[in-house]
């Protein structure tokens, strides 16, 4: 007898393109099928067949507070009692546009989206129609979302289904992106000698979180910086993880390495769909109606999606909650390397405040060619011993683990527990 998800699977295959609306959830990477969610509260998630999971995924970012949080949910429901959606300036843009400028050092200026992928899209427009260039660089292993010009040799889902590029992208775009390896300031230096005054733009995750979890060297990201000053191209921080996860201000607040535009998502919309991006006031006046540079959404900045990022992001403020949530992450890294001693493992494991990855691997990790030389298949067999034993970890080993506010010290001990049983799976 199949089980409820099972069914509700196959149902999905019929409707659905491979059953699932975006290709990681489909668990083809595990060799298996995923679960269909009933009920999301807290660290924990219920499948529709009642089993109960603690949760490290957080909706691939966003839940940073847990599932479901009360002071979210109200926000949601009071704002609704206004109406859901107006098409016409209302105050939350306001207040939400100023809390990213008080909090994100790079901004000045703010517009909304309705996703990561529409936000990197448009930096990188605005980016060109500024300048005046066409060519971008990006690197290896970032993921930027599913933009055409950035679908190349991008992370997580592009990788994990072995297709880095997409169908359907005309080679004449990718043409005009450079993909450069993660880490390596010759090939960047190299790339700026050979067209010294064709690149508009350079763009990445300041700590790649698609590809597993990749730290920048020290010093990287200021050459990034200072190189794309030399050259009067667009440095682009692509925050949309790392924004308001790592910091009130991400990782520009915590190196001081400031961007001239920053694309922002995940968090920032409290589950809702909303993507943002910002930078010099200079260049955002370009956008319309200021300037030449085209953008809209007739959702965008939508009250219901405003009303509950708001309220996150108050939420993490009124909680001290990057304080809480490095302490959970140390504790995490903690328990887990213990755990890793005790199954006589000697796996490089990463983690930077709420963020982790566990690579199966010995190796030092510093790109995404590193972390394809992990043990794929004991990740796999490690992925559904723990989920077995209500663990539910990411999918994928490309992918990183997210900690929220509502894990407490008895879900990361029980977790640990789990781990260090299945590290011997
Ligand atoms: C998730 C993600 C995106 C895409 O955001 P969507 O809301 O899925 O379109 C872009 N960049 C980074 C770094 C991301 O993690």
Known sequence: MP????TLFAAAKNVIPGGVN?????????????????????????????KEMIDYVGTWGPAILGHAPAAVREAIVSTAQHG?????????EVEIAEKIVEWVPSVEKVRMVNSGTEATMTAIRLARGYTGRDLIIKFQGCY??????????????????GKPDSAGIPKDFAALTLSLPFNDEAAVRDAFLKYPDRIAAVILEPIPANAGLIFPRPGYLAFLREITRQHDSILIFDEVMTGFRLAKGGVQEITGVIPDLTAMGKVIGGGLPVGAFGGKAEIMNHLAPLGPVYQAGTLSGNPLAMAAGLAQLRELERLDGYRKLEAAGAQFEETTRAALKKAGKNYTLHRVG?????????APIFSVED???????????????????????APSQYEAGFISLAHDEEAIARTAEVVAECLQA
């Open 3 to 6: 089980n409820r998800s099972q």
């Open 22 to 50: 975006s290709p990681v959830r489909a668990f083809r990477n595990v060799d298996g099928e995923p679960f269909f969610v009933d009920h999301a509260e807290g660290c924990r998630i219920r499948d529709v067949d009642g």
């Open 84 to 92: 859901v959606s107006f098409g016409i300036p209302n105050p939350l």
């Open 144 to 161: 930027h979302g599913h933009v055409d010009s950035l679908l190349v040799s991008a992370g997580s889902g592009a990788l994990t289904h």
């Open 354 to 362: 709420s963020m982790f990855c566990l690579f199966f691997t010995e």
């Open 371 to 393: 972390v394809k030389k992990a043990d794929f298949a004991a990740f796999n067999r490690f992925f559904w011993a723990c989920l077995e034993r209500g663990v539910y970890f």
